[in-house]
């Protein structure tokens, strides 16, 4: 459970998106590629000769990459029953690998293309194991979500040093807010719901969730300081 801070309440930049979510911007243009990203993406074309090597080949490197995330995670996932997280490093290399094939017009050389490909492994298998800890656990509803804020405070002088901004910021989010934007705001960025989690549980995006988180924080912010609280930062509220 994540204190309402000054900082927690300033419009944040937009995270980077998923690969899958990205969308065709004009750019600059591409760099010349190096000559083994030309050689994977000559292979990888589905009419080439060396085709199902060059696949196989691709997705063993996935699989490391996501075994190599499924590890980093491994203490947080105790509980796993023995095999699942190698199991969940397998999918994860499997849609990655997918991804990859139908991305690869994306692909612009910025990077070699082995590390951009390993990036869909990370986040892929990020986002599994993401999922599997919070399987059996529920999205918080609001009123937990403040009850858990109220109580959460590291000693009696801090607790009434926040307690008039906390009142504040609950009875602006309850009345300045619209109800999805204060269920996606709690979540997020009070009771720290994964995005991917929730995006799945709510049947949307990651982009829309970030749009909403953004507009609402934009929103508590201006409200608060029409209200005359200093949240101590620069810049005008737009």
Avoid: C
């Avoid at 029953?81 to 990655?96: C, K, M, Q, S």
């Amino acid at each position: 459970m994540r204190p309402v801070t000054a900082a927690s309440l300033q419009p944040q930049p937009m995270a980077e998106p998923h690969p899958h979510e990205r969308s065709a911007v004009p750019s600059a243009p591409a760099p010349e590629l190096d000559p083994a990203s030309r050689a994977w993406l000559a292979a990888l074309r589905v009419t080439s000769p060396g085709y199902d090597d060059a696949v196989a080949r691709l997705r063993a490197l996935l699989l490391r990459a996501a075994r190599f995330e499924a590890g980093r995670r491994r203490d947080a996932l105790r509980y796993l029953r023995p095999g699942e997280l190698d199991d969940i490093a397998e999918e994860a290399a499997n849609d990655a690998l997918l991804a990859v094939l139908a991305h690869l017009d994306d692909f612009r050389g910025l990077s070699r293309f082995t590390t951009w490909a390993y990036k869909f492994a990370l986040l892929e298998a990020a986002v599994k194991l993401r999922r599997r800890a919070w399987q059996d656990r529920e999205v918080p509803v609001e009123a937990a979500a403040w009850d858990a804020l109220a109580a959460h405070v590291d000693d009696p002088a801090a607790a009434a040093e926040r307690s008039d901004l906390l009142r504040a910021v609950t009875s602006t989010i309850d009345t300045a807010l619209t109800p999805h934007q204060r269920r996606v705001l709690l979540a997020l960025a009070v009771q720290g719901v994964p995005i991917d989690v929730l995006a799945e549980r709510l049947s949307t995006t990651r982009g829309a969730l970030y749009k909403t988180l953004h507009d609402a924080r934009r929103k508590l912010r201006r409200e608060l300081a029409a209200a005359g609280y200093d949240l101590d930062v620069g810049g005008e509220v737009s």
